[in-house]
């Protein structure tokens, strides 16, 4: 489908739809610095094919939606984990998301998000609980300083900031998927490239990363807010994650009452097409939760 624009308050969203609109919605919110593309267009086909309506977007101060006004946290305020380093929070990019839902009609969706996505996915199900008909967090934490947290060997890494010649960005976000990476998977190097060449034509604002990361920052640990969601929830987390460590999903897992956890075996802080099964089996199953009397899921 060709890319779409829909304004929000101040900020105006780029999205894609994928399927019938008069199947069941499914909303996939994407991670820190990551456009809507890294949900590949073969991984929406197959969830097109298990029956959903699928929509993709980019998040604000990403890809081709609205560049948020505003100077970066400083890494003294990240590192501090000072509330101040947000020029937003979580919620008004959970916000984004609903208005997003209301622009294209639709009542209620089935939620999913990967990393950040998976926080504002959570958010979205707290927030707005008669929205979500189900939440997929996938390889994502609640927040706290205790569970979720990288490596140390990842924070140079992940703080570096991505450079602007376009060869030299194409190496950078190779490198990066090497680092946080599935060790248990094939990792297509192409494919990669392929990803990171059309991530740089569409645009990229390293200031803007960095906005996104003050906003993980800003909202601080969400567990009691995580702990209100109601939705049928699966938390789905890679054994070898090295980005979210994979007590981030266990957290979230153990926070969301009736929540079902799925570790997928060899998965790093990617979305490897060997995974792609394992993931949509999980989101498909905890779809049909939500069809079932309330009775018989806490059976």
């Known amino acids: 489908?060709?890319?779409?624009?829909?304004?929000?308050?101040?900020?105006?969203?780029?999205?894609?739809?994928?399927?019938?609109?008069?199947?069941?919605?499914?909303?996939?919110?994407?991670g820190l610095a990551t456009q809507m593309v890294a949900w590949h267009e073969d991984f929406c086909a197959d969830l097109v094919r298990r029956g959903f309506f699928v929509i993709r977007f980019d998040n604000r101060d990403i890809g081709r939606s609205?560049?948020?006004?505003?100077?970066?946290?400083?890494?003294?305020?990240?590192?501090?984990?000072?509330?101040?380093?947000?020029?937003?929070?979580?919620?008004?990019?959970?916000?984004?998301?609903?208005?997003?839902l209301d622009h294209l009609g639709i009542e209620k969706a089935h939620v999913v998000g990967a990393s950040m996505g998976g926080m504002i996915a959570q958010t979205v199900a707290a927030k707005y609980p008669d929205r979500v008909l189900s939440l997929a967090s996938i390889m994502s934490n609640t927040g706290s300083r205790f569970t979720g947290q990288p490596k140390l060997a990842i924070y140079p890494v992940i703080l570096r900031t991505a450079p602007s010649d376009r060869e030299a960005f194409v190496e950078h976000i190779a490198s990066v998927y090497k680092a946080i990476g599935s060790p248990g998977f094939d990792r297509d190097v192409d494919e990669i490239r392929e990803l990171a060449e059309r991530s740089y034509e569409r645009g990229i604002n390293p200031a803007g990363s960095a906005r996104q990361l003050g906003a993980i920052v800003a909202s601080g640990n969400r567990t009691a807010q995580v702990a209100r969601i109601t939705a049928p929830t699966v938390v789905i987390h890679g054994t070898s994650d090295r980005l979210v460590s994979p007590s981030g999903g266990k957290a979230t897992a153990r926070a969301i009452r009736g929540a079902k956890l799925v570790m997928v075996e060899g998965m790093g802080h990617d979305l490897p097409r060997g995974a792609w099964p394992q993931i949509i089996d999980a989101i498909v199953e905890n779809a049909e939760r939500a069809e079932q009397p309330v009775a018989a899921q806490a059976a």
Do not use: H, W
């Open 1 to 30: 489908m060709a890319e779409e624009f829909c304004q929000v308050g101040d900020v105006r969203l780029c999205y894609e739809t994928f399927g019938d609109p008069g199947d069941p919605a499914l909303l996939l919110i994407m």
């Open 66 to 100: 609205s560049k948020i006004e505003g100077r970066p946290p400083t890494m003294a305020q990240i590192l501090t984990r000072s509330r101040k380093a947000g020029r937003y929070t979580l919620r008004d990019m959970a916000g984004d998301a609903v208005g997003l």
